[in-house]
């Protein structure tokens, strides 16, 4: 039998030892193509809007954002989180997007309200934020063409609609071109103990949603309603035994303890806002619709509209009602659908719709997304 020679130690390849050096200077280089692939990136970016604009399309789609979050949320394998993930490649969108078109966003102000914490989860920080004082603002400054894109409340998971969004659309029925969805976490903040609280402001849904955490915890203080969280906390600095409800980026901004984290009384506590203005959004294969209606005033009439959907196989993700602005006993209808505007079943079911509406809007079609955290 042969006679097998086992190679020396010293014949085998030695593998060089890990050093704090040698990593660093890792890092080092990885960071360097990072650079440089993110640069390529925005050069791409730039490329795309301008054929984009050479056959006459809009340069900047909102949709083809959401498919990029959407993808990598998919491909995501750590050890990063896809949140972390998400908030890495938001800022790179928003930074390329900048070079496109640099962009305004209204939002109902002022900054660390919940809305301006969505419109910083959907646009990124490269944007020029526009805080306005009410809802009614955040349409007008889309309208006259003063901001690209304004962001309004549409929904919470808790107190139902809002009311002046769905006002503001039936006066205005501007197209809707997005969505966030955001996870609401209410904190209680101020500059002293919580047995010293004698006030707590914030808005009135704010405090609906924390109302048992403030009779459990706070029964003696009074409940202020103002115009927005981030006033709440603006007053929580100034009046002694004050506190504010509102979000914990908020009481970072403004200098304030944070008393009491998550004390609203629903854990799953969302806030649906709608993106108006922007571009028509193409269609993604994932899609929802929104149209607002207003039919006779007659026995039968809504269970006819509904049946239009059930006969086209179109699922109803939400619907409300809403006075109609000036007249008794009418109402507008706002719904939402699962599908596309451009589908054929989709464009069926709206034409089957206007034969029996006095009134109709389209409001728009945009990618279903993501619930995002507060």
Known sequence: MAKVTRRSDSSEKKQTPVSVPRLQAGIRT????????????????????????????????????????????????????????????????????????????????????????????????????????TIAAVFEEVLRGHSQYGLVPLENSTDGRIADTLDMFSRHPMRICGQVELMIHHALLARCPRTDIREVYSRPQALSQCRNWLSKHLPAARLVEVTSTSTAAQLAIEKPGAAAIAAVQAGIHYGLDVIAENIEDNPGNTTRFAIIGGEPSPRTGNDKTAIMFQLEHRPGALAEAMGIFKKNKLNLTWIESFPVPGTRGAYYFFIEIEGHGSELRVRKAIAGLQRKTLRLELLGSYPAVSLVGG
């Not at 692939?37 to 900047?60: C, T």
């Not at 938001?90 to 997007?97: D, L, Q, V």
């Open 30 to 133: 990885i960071d360097a193509k990072i650079v440089q692939l993110l640069n390529q990136r925005a050069a791409i970016v730039k490329q795309l809007a301008e054929h984009r604009r050479g056959e006459g399309k809009p340069d900047v789609q909102l949709a083809d954002e959401d498919r990029q979050l959407s993808d990598i949320s998919a491909g995501a394998t750590g050890p990063l989180s896809t949140a972390t993930l998400q908030n890495i490649f938001r800022e790179i969108i928003s930074g390329c997007r900048s070079l496109v078109r640099p962009s305004r966003v209204a939002f109902l102000g002022p900054q660390y309200t919940y809305s301006h914490l969505a419109a910083l989860h959907r646009f990124g920080s490269d944007v020029e934020f526009v805080p306005v004082g």
